[in-house]
């Protein structure tokens, strides 16, 4: 059983940066690909950014030029790199692994953007 383990989450001004983790229990460079999601309140999951085995990146619209997704595979663990945050960036943010057919969700860190 892999665990996801996020951490980095917190208040953050908007226009400031925070970087978020997400420490894998197995060796991350075989899964299909890993993912960030977020929960923003009365919303329903959003896909943020995703990167590859072969280190492919997508990311959402909304995040484009702000975030960006990266992993050591040495370490074992994913990044998230937001830059430039807005109020709407608030949300719950999860790391995901898509390990077809299985997948594993982390517990999720908390972000909130706030003046």
């Known amino acids: 059983q892999v665990q996801l383990v996020e951490s980095g989450g917190g208040l953050v001004q908007p226009g400031g940066s925070l970087r978020l983790s997400c420490a894998a229990s197995?060796?991350?460079?075989?899964?299909?690909?890993m993912n960030w999601y977020r929960q923003a309140p009365g919303k329903q999951y959003e896909l943020v950014a995703r990167?590859?085995?072969?280190?492919?990146?997508n990311y959402a619209d909304s995040v484009k030029g702000r975030f960006t997704i990266s992993r050591d595979n040495a370490k074992n663990t994913l990044y998230l790199q937001m830059n430039s945050l807005k109020f709407e960036d608030t949300a719950v943010y999860y790391c995901?692994?898509?390990?077809?057919?299985?997948?594993?969700w982390g517990q999720g860190t908390q972000v909130t953007v706030s003046s």
């Open positions: 990167i590859t085995s072969g280190g492919s990146t």
């Open positions: 995901n692994a898509d390990d077809y057919p299985r997948e594993y």
């Open positions: 197995g060796t991350i460079i075989s899964f299909n690909a």
